[in-house]
């Protein structure tokens, strides 16, 4: 019986895609999850999981910098973004991420099935057949780096990408703020960067263009 994840923040979503999923594929186990810390969870939890389902702007994350993340610490794992996005230039990107997949929040649920079955028999599946964009140097090489980052690392980048101080982290995460110290100076370091005002520059790569945005 598969195992198929879904971790995307908006309930009515993830319940049309539990239909769609439980429709393409019958009798299958689906874990959800709602923000990063949920989808990291979910992942350790199941390591032998057959497909992730992944919204692109959930909580905690910064366009493409949870599929990377994902996509660099479970390099195994099919992942399939769903996003408000239909553009052909986020396709491109996400396929070049990683992405097996790319279904729009406008899809209908035949297509939604398509693209499941499809993706699970080892293809890769687009709404129009998009082929990944070839990614600039900087951005691949971003990719690559976020991917060295554990799951608490990569919770105290998306923190401090919204602007909070290590204080305010720590209490959040409920460590010390000694913990958060440490965790940035190993960020700092595998991102290759010196201050925080870098590392959120550097993450700004990974974002989503504002050219016909809607969300997600």
Same mark, same amino acid.
């Given at each position: 019986? @598969? ?7 908006? @309930? ?6 539990k239909s769609a999923v439980g429709q393409a594929l019958g009798d299958c186990e689906i874990a959800q999850a709602d923000d990063v810390d949920g989808l990291f969870k979910l992942i350790e939890q199941y390591r032998d999981a057959d497909l992730l389902l992944l919204d692109l702007n959930m909580p905690g994350a ?7 993340? %994902? ?32 279904? /729009? ?21 687009? @709404? ?8 600039? /140097? ?61 590392? %959120? ?16």
């Amino acid at each position: 019986m @598969p195992t198929i994840l879904i971790a995307d923040d908006h @309930p009515l979503f993830r319940l049309a895609l539990k239909s769609a999923v439980g429709q393409a594929l019958g009798d299958c186990e689906i874990a959800q999850a709602d923000d990063v810390d949920g989808l990291f969870k979910l992942i350790e939890q199941y390591r032998d999981a057959d497909l992730l389902l992944l919204d692109l702007n959930m909580p905690g994350a910064q366009g493409f910098s949870a599929l990377a993340q %994902v996509r660099g610490t479970r390099p195994g794992l099919p992942v399939v973004v769903v996003s408000g996005r239909d553009d052909p230039q986020t396709i491109r990107r996400a396929l070049a991420h990683g992405a097996a997949g790319f279904i /729009p929040k406008s899809t209908d649920m035949g297509r939604i099935k398509e693209a499941l079955t499809a993706v699970l028999d080892g293809e890769i599946w687009s @709404p129009q057949g998009e082929q990944p964009a070839s990614l600039a /140097p900087e951005e691949a090489d971003l990719a690559r780096r976020l991917a060295e980052l554990t799951p608490q690392q990569f919770r105290v980048l998306g923190m401090v990408c919204t602007g909070l101080l290590n204080k305010q982290i720590a209490y959040d995460l409920g460590v010390s703020e000694a913990t958060i110290k440490a965790h940035m100076t190993a960020i700092l370091r595998k991102l290759g960067v010196h201050t925080r005002t870098q590392v %959120v520059m550097m993450v700004n790569q990974l974002q989503l263009d504002e050219a016909g945005a809607e969300h997600g």
